[in-house]
């Protein structure tokens, strides 16, 4: 869409210097202009309308949304779209990001709410380029006959990329951990995002941080600060717990046909409301054009009753057990990446 568009507006100011060739640069310059401000309006009107479509298809309520490159945090975008013979639905769109990376066009990311999630916000909480998050009022029915009230704290999360500084990620999982202490130890805690991070097959030990259904693959410095994050905050993948077609769990599509489909966008919730999750899947057949899918995750009011684990038979002690066992991993793979470097 954009290439096309800028294409003919080029065609149209070269053809505008042809029909005067005493016309002055300037007055060119403010055609260009003039219609560079139309390209990045008709752009944006296209991605919101494609989010709107994809969103209502899929009946999502909420959703995080990853290098935006869009960064005004006072943002506020109402997404609606004429359908027939039923009422518009509005999805709202908030923007969070950075006065330095909105100068370099990087990162962005947002929060965007269906018209009943939007009823149901309590907070925004913009932080930067890469993080955001949402409280939203809820309950959840605890009982056969009762209900309880439950907010619901989701992150929108964009990790720095695996062969980014260490200084850079160490910034940004510091961040991510110091938004997670916002939440109230009541919230159903839900991280989103494109974490960059290949996790591959769980151990024993971790098992308890996710599924047996990850994609097989060699695991990455940023799937060992996932797993810290999920052990240090008592977090669940939920994209790993279902078994499924291979193209369902993969997530991204790296731009080299000779490289593998992998999984690096990933789903958080915690860990005492994991069974809440009924599916959580990949979808690559949306109106979106991008290399990574669209995850989804659905969620019970009534959570699933799972069989007894031992970190609900004893929380304190076998967290700490775990997050010992995810930091002597990481020690491990660290020194073994130093051993092999020349």
Known sequence: MNRELDADIKTRILARIEQDPNISLQSVSEELERNSEHVERSSLTTTTTVIHLT????????????????QDPSSVIHLTSSCQNKEPTRFTLRVSGSPDSASRGLAGVRIVLSPRAELALLEWIPVDSRLCAVRLNGTVRIR??????RCL????????????????????????????LKARRSDVVIVAGDFNAQVGKLSDRERHLGGFYS???????????LLQLCSDNCLFLANTSFKDKEEHLLTWRPPNSSQRWTQIDHIAISHRWRGSIEDCRSFWSTCLDSDHALVR??????????????????????WNDIRKAVETAMISARADTASSDP
């Open 144 to 149: 056969k006959d009762r209900d309880t009230l």
């Open 215 to 225: 994609v097989v693959a060699q695991r990455t410095d940023n799937g060992d600060r």
């Open 297 to 318: 995750a659905h969620a019970s009011r009534k959570p699933l009753r799972l069989g007894s684990h031992v970190c609900d038979a004893h929380p304190k002690a076998a």
């Open 55 to 70: 969103l209502e298809s899929r009946a999502i309520d909420v959703c995080c949304v990853s290098e935006t490159r869009i």
């Open 153 to 180: 704290f989701v992150v929108s999360a964009y990790s720095p990329t695996d062969c980014s500084a260490d200084d850079v990620k160490d910034e940004f999982y510091r961040k991510l951990s110091d938004l997670l």
